[in-house]
């Protein structure tokens, strides 16, 4: 049961081409924003269309697939854990961003 207390699957679109970053160790790491699509029916009876945004990150080998086959509206699936971070920026003001760290990819279309 541990396995399922910090678990995302999330099946959607990518918002734009991934960026790899490669570190001095020569390891590297995928990065890139999703889009999940919700609706839902108001009060009025119209359907209300929303896209959620989630920012991705993807280490290890699963690197390699992303950087050669994963692009910009692509429809993808993922599962991974949520994780948070926070940096300081040059004037100071803190910032904070929740990721999902995938540690699963499933391409769905090209």
């Known amino acids: 049961m541990n396995a399922l207390r910090n678990k995302v699957q999330l099946i959607g679109r990518l ?52 950087e050669n086959y994963v692009t910009k509206g692509q429809e993808i699936a993922v599962e991974g854990k949520l994780t948070n971070r926070s940096w300081e920026d040059k004037d100071g003001g803190k910032h904070y961003i929740t990721e999902v760290l995938c540690n699963e990819l499933l391409m769905l279309s090209k």
């Open 15 to 66: 918002g734009q081409d991934p960026e790899i970053v490669t570190f001095k160790d020569g390891n590297k790491m995928a990065k890139f924003s999703m889009a999940t699509d919700d609706s839902y029916k108001d009060s009025d009876g119209n359907k209300v269309e929303r896209a959620y945004w989630h920012n991705v990150v993807v280490k290890g080998g699963l690197v390699k697939v992303v």
